[in-house]
């Protein structure tokens, strides 16, 4: 009787030490070669990958070219490998595309406001008053800016944030905090609109730190209500390549949570192609998701950004209650044709502010470029953004490439 239940006894240890994680076969692969293992060794945990990478341009490449530390994660899953995330990366094999993101169009003007007589839209502290947008609104600049120039502006922090070297340093690129510094005090006539959910577009620093939708998760640093200083602090590039590239298969995609779930809600009225949308959900272990295409769709991956979207805390129309961060309504995108947007906040129970003036309830309405684009002549058409902001160029040694200065 002893000898069969020690009999047992060594065999339940033995099923418990083959199903610890920290011994999978993956971790005893690499122990055995006391090196990093190839990519199919990557592929035994991270099997969303290998349908992205194997067969694609990016196939050949090592999984240590972008992840830094893979070794001693081989050896402890809890040993977190680095990742390479911003444009550097790929720029040492793709540099025309980088140098003309970095290079700068000084005929576009820096803190030109859009609510001044001159403006793109003259009445806009009027029409959007109260509300902190009318802060200094100013007109875009170059994709390179998006950051810096969202720091720096009156309605985003109290104006806390300035530059290095004042007025001389506004033309300055490189990493945000080598450009501006936190003053620790706000200035008079400002507003404090920032939000985390807004920087999500304008940067791709936090996608491995930020879950789906940006839910609050124990393995995310961020989410939705993140303190915007410190969220800020930590935020250091402009939307990076694989905002629109995937790093593993280099194919077209979008990484913007909250553009993802209403196509699928309802991609079938905006993006579609003879009632289909060409975009394939990935998801990660429940954590992140990705939307790929197998053609260049400019139309959604411009429409990560330039489109309306609601990011911050706004009030419910039937009871005015406060809509909080804690509330998906404050990372939306409606993807509903401009004329049709505050139908669909009216439904969705949400709106931004009352008026100063008429108390009416409105949304904010924030760069609806997409909506307004859609059905028009050049959508039916066919043509995309890029073929006209991002048209091909010639490098001196007569190379062809896309020309990513937008």
Same mark, same amino acid.
């Given at each position: ?44 945990? =991270?099997? @969303?990958?290998?349908?992205? /990478? ?8 090592? +999984?240590?070219? *972008? $992840?830094?530390?893979?070794?001693? =994660?081989? @050896?402890?899953?809890?040993? /977190? ?8 990366? +790929?720029?040492? *094999? $793709? ?9 700068i169009n000084y005929s576009a003007q820096a803190r030109k406001e859009k609510g001044v007589p ?21 007109e875009p600049r170059a994709h390179v800016f998006m950051v810096t120039d969202q720091f720096a ?88 390549c694989i905002h629109c590239h995937d790093a593993h298969g280099a194919a077209p995609r979008v ?152």
């Amino acid at each position: 009787m002893q000898k069969r239940n020690a009999g047992h006894v060594v065999a339940a240890v033995l099923f418990m030490i083959l199903m610890v994680p920290g011994v999978s076969a993956a971790q005893s692969a690499s122990r055995q070669n006391g090196a990093v293992s190839t990519r199919e060794t990557c592929y035994q945990c =991270h099997f @969303q990958i290998k349908s992205l /990478k194997e067969g694609s341009k990016h196939a050949a490449l090592s +999984c240590d070219i *972008c $992840h830094s530390g893979a070794k001693e =994660h081989l @050896q402890s899953f809890r040993n /977190k490998p680095a990742t390479a995330i911003d444009q550097a990366a +790929c720029g040492k *094999c $793709h540099g025309n595309q980088l140098n003309s993101f970095m290079r700068i169009n000084y005929s576009a003007q820096a803190r030109k406001e859009k609510g001044v007589p001159t403006g793109r839209s003259p009445l806009q502290e009027k029409l959007l008053a109260p509300h902190g947008f009318t802060k200094e609104h100013n007109e875009p600049r170059a994709h390179v800016f998006m950051v810096t120039d969202q720091f720096a502006v009156d309605r985003f922090i109290g104006g806390r944030f300035q530059y290095k070297k004042g007025l001389a340093g506004i033309h300055q690129t490189g990493k945000a905090w080598d450009v501006l510094y936190d003053t620790g005090r706000e200035l008079p006539e400002t507003a404090k609109a920032g939000n985390a959910t807004c920087i999500k577009c304008k940067t791709t620093d936090h996608i491995l730190q930020w879950k789906y939708m940006g839910d609050k998760d124990p393995k995310a640093r961020w989410d939705r209500s993140s303190d915007i200083v410190a969220f800020s602090k930590a935020t250091q590039n402009p939307m990076g390549c694989i905002h629109c590239h995937d790093a593993h298969g280099a194919a077209p995609r979008v990484v913007r949570d909250a553009l993802i779930d209403a196509i699928d809600r309802d991609g079938a009225q905006t993006f579609a192609r003879n009632g289909k949308t060409d975009l394939k959900v990935v998801d990660f272990r429940g954590f992140r998701k990705i939307g790929v295409m197998s053609k260049t769709d400019s139309r959604m991956m411009c429409a990560q950004c330039h489109v309306e979207y609601a990011c911050n805390t706004g009030f419910e129309f039937d009871s005015g209650k406060k809509v909080d961060y804690d509330d998906r309504r404050t990372n939306h995108y409606p993807l509903k044709n401009a004329n049709d947007i505050l139908a669909h906040y009216k439904k969705l129970n949400y709106y931004d502010f009352k008026h100063a003036v008429t108390g009416a309830r409105l949304v904010k309405l924030q760069h609806p470029e997409a909506e307004t684009y859609w059905g028009s002549a050049h959508d039916r058409a066919g043509v995309q953004c890029h073929q006209c902001h991002m048209p091909k160029a010639k490098d001196q040694g007569g190379k062809m490439y896309t020309n990513h200065g937008v």
